[in-house]
T-cell receptor, first 112, second 113 residues
């Protein structure tokens, strides 16, 4: 699969587990994003990385911890999540913060 | 900050009819407005966009119009087909912190064959 890829596609975890979501973009973009998509709500921006530097953190709880080792990879480390964190987590990338944004397929997360 | 509102939340049309989805934004500094289509179980995909220096843009059966004075923009789909059924999201960029996209709540469009 080209473009923006995400793994895993589905994840079920308990509240005490630690897991990580991975995103990889093959487009040569320099900005990457994590979004949370819950039912009946707008897409919620969580984090923005521009040239590997975090430029936005939209008051996201510390149980979500992003990591961007290089411009092509983005991780979201999860620990001690709550059931209300169950959602679709979408990664996206763009060439610059205002560039066309391409989304990954998302990870469907269920917290039991 | 920026606030984007989208209406309606659900829309059903007969195949062949037109569909219109409207979004309003609050920050006049916003200057880029993309529309995304998300089919069930799939990722959002950009279908059309418009910048603030343009009033209208068309791509085959879809078009977007922008009214900067009233701060609203609309997606128009003509001759709808069942494969147009999806959730459509509008977004605004450039307002607020100037470094992020602000998305609407989405419109679930159903095209009835």
């Amino acid at each position: 699969e080209t473009g923006v890829t995400q793994t895993p596609r589905h994840l079920v975890m308990g509240m005490t587990n630690k897991k990580s979501l991975k995103c990889e973009q093959h487009l040569g973009h320099n900005a990457m994003y994590w979004y949370k998509q819950s039912a009946k709500k707008p897409l919620e921006l969580m984090f923005v990385y521009n040239f590997k530097e975090q430029t936005e953190n939209n008051s996201v709880p510390s149980r979500f911890s992003p990591e961007c080792p290089n411009s092509s990879h983005l991780f979201l480390h999860l620990h001690t999540l709550q059931p209300e964190d169950s959602a679709l987590y979408l990664c996206a990338s763009s060439q610059g913060a205002g560039g066309l944004k391409f989304f990954g397929p998302g990870t469907r997360l269920t917290v039991l | 900050g920026e606030n984007v509102e989208q209406h309606p939340s659900t829309l059903s049309v007969q195949e062949g009819d037109s569909a219109v989805i409207k979004c309003t934004y609050s920050d006049s500094a916003s200057n880029y407005f993309p529309w995304y289509k998300q089919e069930l179980g799939k990722r959002p995909q950009l279908i059309i966009d418009i910048r603030s220096n343009v009033g209208e843009k068309k791509d085959q059966r879809i078009a977007v119009t922008l009214n900067k004075t009233a701060k609203h923009f609309s997606l128009h789909i003509t001759e709808t087909q069942p494969e147009d059924s999806a959730v459509y999201f509008c977004a605004a960029f450039g307002g607020g912190t100037g470094n992020q996209f602000y998305f609407g709540t989405g419109t679930s469009l159903t095209v009835i064959p």
